[in-house]
């Protein structure tokens, strides 16, 4: 019998396993991943030029510290930014933990410089223009691990759970819970059952699909959240350049018309690169990766419009996949690419076309097209109007040749209902991260992950 059991070993898993550790809980703790630890995990894309949909799993979604190990690797330092948490532990806590797990991820290596700090003028600055142009500016501090560090980082912590005791299953795919009187009792697991005193689902964004059946299939209380749907902008540094000296990383938040839908601006990579993820049923996703050695001429930024659905429909990730599968089949399975310019025009881009402004795309394999033909009217008609209000802030942003990605979709809608000692609707049954619909990013998942052991410390 296990005393913890951790399906996921993403931020959130991880770090409760590790918070254990960090006090000498004595637990026996296993957990089980889907993909390949992290030292395994290699994606071919930097061989092949191009993406091979590497079976069974996505080593860039999947794996030892999930699509966290591959990402641009910024940790948002302010209880603002990262999720709806705060709401359920307070915002005070909630920063007191960010603090305190920001000191963790120093501790294995990370970046002691911190972004958005010292540019206090300029910040001002663009925050003015920001209230001009209707919007929110929330000055974040970032700490910046990249995405070559935050894979080193990950193997330093992978090989101290192993070193201390800590059991990892890769390749093991949860199937079912074991819940009996409404009580959580482990986990099916690769055929075979795990029994356990405490389930802790983390599963990730990757995951969110699965845990919302796991509610359906076993009654765990939840709603239907938010669903983000948008695209990844790409346009040269030197547009960007006095917002990246500034902030690294400018979160702006906006309600445009005519539908006033919220719009926001999301994981900026200063002298980034564009790139694909993909998830289960070949859905091809774009995201941005940022490193701390390896640098392009362009920024690359997601700009993400949410969407609430309850009544009559409750599926918001089911819709939104519906939306990534439309646009992945324009593409031929890739990622779609579409010059701003040609959208006020109502053409579709061509890639000769691609070759002839001063963006070039970061992501060599995304096709040309029309992108307008897949996202929903009220999507891309808010992103437009959110273009050009960023536009006032950031001049040359609405160019007609600045490169907009999609589908850039974020899977965490499904949120499940949770005091603020993180208890579930069943007994013993614990679910945290960006699966849960409380977290989005690598900071606030982290901090769920350490608030969950506090609890079973007590």
Avoid at 59 to 74: L, P, R, V, Y
Avoid at 433 to 439: C, F, H, K, L
Wanted: charged fraction near 25%; charge should be neutral.
């Amino acid at each position: 019998m296990l005393d913890v059991l951790i399906i996921g070993a993403g931020p959130a898993g991880i770090f409760t396993a590790l918070e254990l550790l960090r006090n000498n809980s004595g637990k026996k703790i296993l957990i089980a991943e889907q993909g390949s630890m992290i030292d395994k995990r290699s994606c071919p894309k930097a061989k092949t030029g191009k993406c091979v949909h590497c079976k069974p799993t996505c080593h860039i979604t999947s794996g030892f510290a999930g699509a966290g190990a591959f990402s641009d690797g910024k940790l948002s330092l302010s209880y603002e930014v990262g999720g709806d948490l705060p709401e359920l532990i307070g915002a005070d806590y909630a920063q007191k933990m960010i603090d305190y797990t920001d000191k963790i991820y120093l501790e294995f290596g990370a970046d002691t410089h911190v972004e958005g700090l010292e540019a206090t003028e300029e910040i001002k600055d663009i925050r003015r223009k920001a209230i001009q142009a209707d919007l929110k500016l929330v000055d974040c501090p970032i700490r910046h691990l990249g995405t070559e560090k935050a894979h080193e980082l990950y193997l330093r912590i992978q090989e101290h759970l192993l070193a201390n005791g800590v059991e990892i299953l890769p390749h093991h795919d949860a199937e079912n819970l074991i819940i009996e009187d409404n009580v959580c009792k482990g986990a099916v697991i690769n055929g075979k059952e795990f029994r356990a005193e405490k389930v802790i689902v983390a599963t990730g964004r990757k995951g969110a699909d699965w845990l919302e059946n796991m509610c359906r299939i076993h009654g765990i209380q939840n709603e239907a959240g938010v669903v983000d749907i948008g695209v990844r902008v790409e346009l040269r540094n030197e547009v960007m350049e006095k917002v990246n000296e500034a902030l690294y990383e400018s979160k702006l938040i906006g309600y445009p018309k005519p539908f006033m839908n919220k719009v926001r601006t999301f994981c900026q990579n200063p002298g980034g690169f564009v790139a694909q993820e993909n998830y289960e049923n070949n859905l091809a996703v774009v995201n941005g990766h940022s490193f701390k050695d390896k640098k392009s001429g362009n920024t690359n930024l997601a700009i993400l419009c949410s969407h609430h659905f309850s009544v009559p429909f409750n599926e918001p990730i089911l819709y939104a996949q519906k939306v990534g599968q439309l646009l992945n089949m324009l593409g031929d399975g890739n990622i779609l690419v579409q010059r701003l310019g040609d959208i006020r025009n109502g053409k579709r881009t061509w890639q000769k076309e691609l070759s002839q402004g001063n963006v070039r795309p970061t992501l060599p394999d995304a096709v040309a097209g029309d992108i307008t033909s897949a996202i929903p009217y009220r999507t891309m008609i808010s992103i437009l109007s959110f273009i050009d209000q960023v536009d006032k802030v950031v001049p040359g942003f609405a160019s007609s040749e600045t490169l907009l990605y999609a589908p850039e979709i974020k899977f965490y809608s499904n949120r499940i209902r949770m005091d603020a000692d993180l208890n579930t609707s069943v007994k013993n049954l614990y679910c945290l991260g960006d699966s849960s619909g409380w977290t989005r990013g690598l900071m606030m998942a982290s901090v769920m992950g350490v608030i969950m052991a506090k609890k079973l410390l007590n």
